[in-house]
């Protein structure tokens, strides 16, 4: 998948855990899980603004493009 979620990674520079992150933004654990592990197939401006404003930080920091090479395809 050529787009990657580093929310993971963002939480763990923020020391904040799913559960924090879950009752700030107010997304449900499992909504949350989803897109943290990159199982989401879309995210809200909303919601993407709202994890942002939390956790201090771009849109760029949670969401990254990676080109696919045509082994891939």
């Known amino acids: 998948m050529p787009i990657v979620v580093n929310l993971d990674v963002m939480m763990a520079k923020r ?17 949350l899980s989803i897109l943290k592990t990159g199982k989401a ?15 201090n930080c771009q849109p760029g920091d949670i969401l990254e493009y990676t080109e696919q090479t045509a082994d891939h395809l």
């Open 15 to 31: 020391k904040m855990s799913l559960n924090e992150l879950s009752e700030k933004v107010g997304l449900t654990l499992a909504n």
């Open 41 to 55: 197939k879309a995210i809200r401006f909303s919601t993407l603004e709202s994890i942002c404003d939390v956790l």
